[in-house]
C-alpha cells in the first residue's frame, strides 16, 4: 500500500503490463483511450527534408536511421564517381553515395554538408545531401505521384509533395542505391 499527496492509499501491485493498464484507466477521473492502431494506419507520410543543391528533397523516415554530420570517405578505386566511399561510424563501414552528383546539383557554399543514414534492403547505406532541413508529417493529399521535374531525373523521383508552401521531392530511394546494391 502506499499513499498519494492528492489521494487515499492506493494498493500497488507487481508490474503487469495488461492489469496496470487498465488499473491505471479506471483510476482516473476522465479516461482519454489513445490507439496505436489508428496512428499505425495513418495515411500521412512522415519524412526528414533535406537539400540536395537548390533540390529540397525528402526520404520516408521509416528508414532514417540516423544523421551524421559530414564526415570524411574514404574512396573506393574503381567505383562509380556517385560513389564517395567508406565511413568509419563507431566501428563499421557505410557506404555513402554523394546525392549533388546522383540529382546534378551543384554544392552550395552556405551548406554545412551531412550524411543521411538510410536502411535499404537490409542494410545501412549513407546519402551525402547539403542540409537536413526538418522533419514532417504531410497529409496524404498533399503527396503526388512523380511528375517530369526539370533537371532532376525522373527514375530517381518517387513522388512530389508540397507541405506549408515548400515544395519537395520523395526520392525513390530503391532506385538511387540500385545502381550500388542492384535491384
Known amino acids: 500500500m502506499s499513499s498519494s499527496p492528492n489521494g487515499p492509499m492506493t494498493y500497488v501491485r507487481p508490474w503487469q503490463p495488461r492489469v496496470a493498464k487498465n488499473w491505471l484507466i479506471g ?44 564526415l570524411p570517405a574514404t574512396r573506393i578505386p574503381g567505383v562509380a564517381d556517385t560513389v564517395e566511399g567508406l565511413v568509419n561510424v563507431r566501428g563499421s563501414l557505410l557506404t555513402v553515395l554523394d546525392g549533388h552528383m546522383l540529382l546534378q546539383q551543384e554544392r552550395r557554399l552556405s551548406d554545412e554538408g551531412a550524411i543521411v543514414v538510410l536502411e535499404v534492403k537490409g542494410k545501412a547505406y549513407g546519402l551525402g545531401v547539403g542540409q537536413v532541413l526538418d522533419f514532417l508529417e504531410v497529409p496524404a493529399a498533399s503527396v503526388v505521384e512523380r511528375r517530369e521535374l526539370p533537371g532532376v531525373d525522373p527514375r530517381l523521383v518517387k513522388a512530389v509533395g508540397v507541405e506549408s508552401n515548400r515544395h519537395f521531392i520523395l526520392l525513390d530511394v530503391d532506385a538511387v542505391f540500385a545502381p550500388i546494391i542492384g535491384s
Open 27 to 70: 483510476q482516473t477521473r476522465s479516461a482519454i483511450f489513445v490507439s496505436s492502431i489508428e496512428m499505425a494506419n495513418s495515411s500521412a507520410l512522415h519524412a526528414v527534408i533535406f537539400r540536395i543543391g537548390e533540390v529540397v528533397c525528402a526520404a520516408p523516415a521509416g528508414i532514417v536511421r540516423e544523421i551524421l554530420p559530414r
